[in-house]
């Protein structure tokens, strides 16, 4: 009779009855509505988010795990919109290579029972050791289902045990590459249901193992930042860009106040994870004009292509990966690639050519397939476009040109749900990237090697 009462009564706010109902019963109340979720971890900090609701008061208290007597105390940043708020707890002064414990509780009077954790810093390795061998994780494309708003006949979102398989790899972090919820025609159209969209798929159950076993940072595509193919004309593009930074604990959200583009170092490798959204023009504006490159169309724009080329010859870094929405490379597809993009793609490719910059790598998703396309290249290094789709949502079947496409490697092709496993093995000199397809019940779909050494271009005689 207590629940009954309790949940029928519409008229009283939300929060208030939650608090009065376990203060009357003196049960225990979970303030947390998703995570917690592991996101920038480097050598002596490391950042904790979760989504709470709203006007909880939380404490996250960190120590060293073979140390148990240095508890310190981490930050708290608040993001909130409406009933909507997030929070971003900064654990500082930390040791490298170094297993930390933490425990979230609750400041106010509300009882809540302790929410517990683990992460490991960074090595030191630089000047020191070899860099260490790691790996992580890679997928692009989530779809939740939620029928009342979806569109009629068979449900585009799929089963979700693929994250639970994902949470048992042994990986440094997960890379999510664009469409990571899917906004709908009743969610893109206010601030409101943007935030909506984004609180009620990060909340699913079977995701917050793999949230909490490994670092989580992520990029957009459309379907996460607004209408399907939307780019700089959306008009809620800056509240979406604030939707992503209380979603995501990356290290950083673009430059000026604009964009989501930002850079992960983990080990010997740079991951640059770039903004195809922000700044892009319309898709249906013409690539071409009186036979010229058309100047007008932009998918990443002036200050975050300059940002690009500055952060990429600056790398010192054995692999470069630029991650980003779209595909890259791939000359045989109608739909969203950098190539149709003529101006910013000959001039990305031109400044990797002039600057003799090696270990590049692009990862991509968007495709709803996965595959490894090559440029192969008679006086440079080859350039490889790893893409990884989808996790959840629908799978599509390639047609016509497009699956006998030359550019991709062969038995690369998987069209059923998946995700992808990267490693970073080897020895400083014979250092090597391992890409493979996995499942969603952990089984090995297709497996390639591409050696560091691959990676450079040939010094000219």
């Known amino acids: 009779m207590i629940f009954k009462s309790f949940f029928n009564d519409q008229k009283k706010n939300s929060l208030f009855q939650f608090l009065l109902f376990f203060l009357i019963t003196g049960s225990v109340y979970s303030q947390i509505i998703s995570g917690p979720m592991l996101g ?3 050598l002596r900090t490391a950042k904790i988010w979760c989504e709470v609701h709203s006007g909880s008061m939380l404490q ?3 120590w060293k795990t073979e140390d148990k007597k240095s508890v310190k105390l981490a930050f708290v940043s608040k993001s909130k919109f409406m009933d909507f708020e997030t929070q971003i707890f900064d654990l500082v002064g930390l040791e490298p290579g170094t297993k930390y414990e933490y425990e979230i509780t609750s400041k106010g009077k509300t009882k ?3 929410v517990r954790g683990v992460l490991n810093t960074q090595e030191l390795w630089q000047w020191r050791r070899p860099p260490p061998d790691f790996s992580i994780l890679t997928g692009s494309c989530s779809y939740q289902n939620e029928t009342l708003y979806d569109r009629p006949g068979q449900p585009y979102g799929n089963d979700s045990s693929i994250f639970e398989i994902m949470a048992k790899e042994n990986s440094d972090a997960m890379f999510w590459l664009g469409d990571n919820w899917y906004t ?5 159209g206010s601030q409101w249901g943007l935030w909506y969209r984004a609180s ?5 159950p079977i995701l ?8 989580n940072y992520g990029i957009w595509d459309d379907h996460d930042y607004g209408p399907n193919n939307s780019g700089l004309s959306y008009i809620f593009k800056e509240e979406s860009r604030q939707v992503f930074k209380s979603y995501f604990a990356n290290p950083s959200y673009g430059q000026n106040n604009q964009g989501i583009y930002t850079k992960v170092s983990i080990n010997d490798v740079d991951f640059f994870l770039l903004d195809n959204r922000s700044f892009r023009s319309a898709d249906q504006m013409n690539s071409y004009k009186d036979n010229q490159a058309n100047p007008d169309k932009l998918m990443y724009g002036k200050e975050q292509m300059n940002w690009l080329k500055n952060s990429l010859i600056s790398s010192n870094a054995n692999f470069k990966i630029v991650l980003t929405g779209s595909q890259v490379l791939n000359q045989y597809t109608s739909s969203d690639c950098l190539v149709h993009y003529p101006i910013e793609y000959n001039e990305l490719l031109k400044f990797l050519d002039d600057h003799n910059i090696s270990g590049v790598v692009f990862l991509t998703g968007d495709k709803h397939i996965s595959e490894i396309n090559v440029m192969r290249r008679d006086t440079l290094y080859p350039l490889y476009d790893i893409t990884v789709s989808p996790l959840t949502s629908g799978v599509s079947k390639l047609k016509d040109k497009e699956r006998i496409n030359p550019m991709r490697i062969r038995n690369s092709l998987i069209e059923e749900h998946n995700y992808g496993r990267i490693s970073f ?6 250092r090597r990237m391992v890409i493979e397809f996995v499942d969603k019940k952990g089984s090995n779909l297709f497996k390639y090697e591409i050696e560091l050494s691959e990676l450079r271009n040939k010094k000219k005689k």
């Not at 009620?200 to 699913?204: F, Q, T």
């Not at 917050?208 to 670092?215: D, R, V």
Request: charged share 35%; no cysteine; aromatic share 10%.
């Open 184 to 188: 709908r025609e009743v969610d893109y």
């Open 112 to 114: 809540m029972s302790p």
């Open 60 to 62: 996250l208290k960190y």
């Open 208 to 215: 917050q193992s793999l949230l909490k076993t490994m670092s």
């Open 200 to 204: 009620k798929d990060r909340s699913l």
């Open 425 to 430: 093995l080897g020895n400083k000199k014979e």
């Open 40 to 42: 920038y971890v480097e």
